[in-house]
Nanobody, 128 residues
Framework: QVQLVESGGGLVQAGGSLRLSCVVS????????MGWFRQPPGKEREFVAA????????DYSDSVKGRFTISRDNGKNTMYLQMNTLEPADTAVYYC?????????????????????WGQGTQVTVSS
């Protein structure tokens, strides 16, 4: 059984920072590609950032590139999203996602349908 639990969301003023965490239970965390998605109020879920199985290759949506940083700590079964210079447009429920274990170590997945497991979401609200 694989479970993902996000934390670190909250209310922050524009220009501030937050760090989201996603703890993954179950086996083979270090063989899973991982990603962050978000769903703004009244909108569909959208891609934010992702990283491959091998620590190194990452990808970001244009709207967060240069402000957000995705990372993973395989020793802690945890993925992070460091969010800096937050804007009101970043307000959303943020979800972490994990793919089933694989051997394509450098592939990065941007589509929600590529992922097999999801967390419950954590709310991020940025005030102007």
């Amino acid at each position: 059984q694989v479970q993902l639990v996000e934390s670190g969301g909250g209310l922050v003023q524009a220009g501030g920072s937050l760090r989201l965490s996603c703890v993954v239970s179950g086996r083979a965390f270090n063989s899973r590609a991982m990603g962050w998605f978000r769903q703004p109020p009244g909108k569909e879920r959208e891609f934010v950032a992702a990283l491959s199985v091998r620590e190194g290759p990452t990808d970001y949506s244009d709207s967060v590139k240069g402000r957000f940083t995705i990372s993973r700590d395989n020793g802690k079964n945890t993925m992070y999203l460091q969010m800096n210079t937050l804007e009101p447009a970043d307000t959303a429920v943020y979800y972490c996602a994990a793919k089933s274990p694989g051997f394509l170590t450098d592939i990065i997945y941007r589509r929600a349908t590529d992922y097999n497991y999801w967390g419950q979401g954590t709310q991020v609200t940025v005030s102007s």
